[in-house]
Each structure stands twice: as C-alpha cells, then as structure tokens.
C-alpha cells in the first residue's frame, strides 16, 4: 500500500493541526503528505512540521502571511529529491523503495491572483519540456475546468479555466477520475448563500498511469478546513472504500 494526500489547512498555526494530521496518519496512512496555504515559512514552519510523523520536509517560503507548501514523506518509504520550487510549486523526484520507480512530482498550491497563475502555467509549461519522465501534478489551483466544477456564487471565468485546461493538455496530463463528493471546497454557508468548488485535483501522464493503472483519488471528510483531503492510494484493494462515520462540520 502507498498513500498520497493533498490537504489545504487554511493556516498551520492552528494548535489543533497537529490532530488532524495524526488522524490522517492513522487512518490512511500516507508515504507522502501536501500541506497547502500554510501561512507560515522559514524556522517557523520547521518547529511545526518537526513534530510531525514525517522525517522528510521540503517547505516554500511565504508572501508575507500568504501561501506556503509542505512536502513532507516517508524516508523509508520513498527517497526524495526536491528539483525545483517557487512559492506556488515544488518539484520533485520521488524513488519508490519497495519497486524502486521513479517519477516526478509536482505539489501546487496555485497563487488566488491570476497575474500569479499564469507565472505557475508557463513554470509548468517550462518543465513538461524538460524531461520526458513519468509524472503527477496535485495540489489546490485555485482554478477551476468547467462550470461543472462549482455550485453557487459567481460563475466560472471560461477563459481562465481554458488557460488551465490548456496547461495541463499541453503538460500531456489527465484528470484522475475521483470517488466520493464533488467539491472539495466549501464556504460552509446555508444553502441560499452557499458556494462549492473543486479546487484540489491530481493530474498524472500516460507513463505514470502505466505505473499504476489501478490508482485511485478519494475525497475525504472535511475537517479543521474549509478544504477536504484527497487521498491518493497508488494500490487500491478493491473499487470498494469503507465509509467513515458521519461528522457534522461547521465553520
């Protein structure tokens, strides 16, 4: 079993992230786990992510109070080597122990300015013609691909969501089909007022759906965040995935 999980925590500073993270441990037991929107970098970032159950970390600086990324894993697990970073992404290469394949993974958390997004596009544009290796992309865009993407609210900018689709067309990604709610993202208001979208995705090339053809990507209960976890379990047992008990969420 190899789990990978994205999770936009809306600020690490929280006392009780550290909670949240170890029942996402016990439960699904990641190799790798996205900490996204952290809000927090530099020697700060590492007191947090120190008391963690990862050993390994890679972590982007902050705008001000902004953004932040986590990459955290598993050395026994996988070895990772981190390539590249910006504040919107962080590129690595992952080596599987167990199997000893290697590919490439890119954890984004996507700029809420779209002057920004476009910067991310053409980054990601940069290193699809750089190496011809297999390849996930996964993260928060803060971008949407349709109007089937959200309910509620203003609707979707098209020609920013063709900018998106474009990107990732042009990186030769697919869209890894999900099970479990649509949306991955709420603003947890009544339903006259409520608005929800998918903004946390995981992409992946021909050559790493030929790795793991039978991976699969679940959305989780939403806790402690407006974001749910993804979880992506590279080794499946079965299509069937076990509930967990119902918990009611407010914000």
């Known amino acids: 079993m190899m789990n990978l999980i994205i999770w936009n925590c809306r600020g690490a500073l929280k006392p009780s992230l550290k909670s949240h993270v170890q029942d996402l441990f016990i439960d699904d037991d990641p190799t790798i786990l996205i900490i996204m929107e952290t809000h927090i970098?530099?020697?700060?970032?590492?007191?947090?992510?120190?008391?963690?159950?990862?050993?390994?970390?890679?972590?982007?600086?902050?705008?001000?109070?902004?953004?932040?990324?986590?990459?955290?894993?598993?050395?026994?697990?996988?070895?990772v080597t981190n390539?590249?970073?910006t504040e919107q992404e962080i590129h690595a290469l992952v080596k599987v122990r167990s199997s000893n394949l290697s590919w490439i993974f890119t954890a984004i958390y996507g700029s809420p300015r779209h002057r920004?997004?476009?910067?991310?596009?053409?980054?990601?544009?940069?290193?699809?013609?750089?190496?011809n290796l297999s390849w996930i992309i996964a993260g928060d865009f803060n971008e949407l691909m349709?109007?089937?993407?959200?309910?509620?609210?203003?609707?979707?900018?098209?020609s920013r969501a063709l900018s998106f689709k474009e990107c990732m067309d042009a990186?030769?990604?697919?869209?890894?089909?999900?099970?479990?709610?649509?949306?991955?993202?709420?603003?947890?208001?009544?339903?006259?007022?409520l608005i929800q979208e998918m903004l946390e995705r995981f992409f992946a090339n021909p050559d790493w759906?030929?790795?793991?053809?039978?991976?699969?990507?679940?959305?989780?209960?939403?806790?402690?965040?407006?974001?749910?976890?993804?979880?992506?379990?590279l080794h499946p047992q079965s299509n069937f995935r076990l509930e967990k008990p119902f918990k009611f969420q407010s914000f």
């Open 41 to 79: 970098g530099g020697d700060r970032a590492k007191e947090i992510f120190d008391t963690l159950p990862f050993q390994g970390a890679i972590h982007t600086d902050t705008v001000g109070y902004a953004g932040g990324l986590w990459f955290l894993w598993n050395p026994d697990r996988v070895e």
């Open 146 to 158: 349709s109007n089937d993407d959200k309910f509620g609210g203003r609707p979707v900018n098209l």
């Open 171 to 193: 990186c030769n990604m697919a869209d890894l089909e999900f099970q479990g709610p649509r949306f991955t993202w709420s603003n947890g208001h009544s339903v006259s007022s």
């Open 116 to 131: 920004e997004r476009c910067m991310l596009w053409e980054n990601l544009y940069v290193v699809a013609n750089i190496h």
């Open 83 to 85: 390539l590249a970073s």
């Open 209 to 233: 759906c030929m790795l793991y053809p039978e991976a699969q990507v679940s959305h989780l209960t939403r806790c402690f965040s407006k974001h749910c976890p993804v979880l992506l379990d």
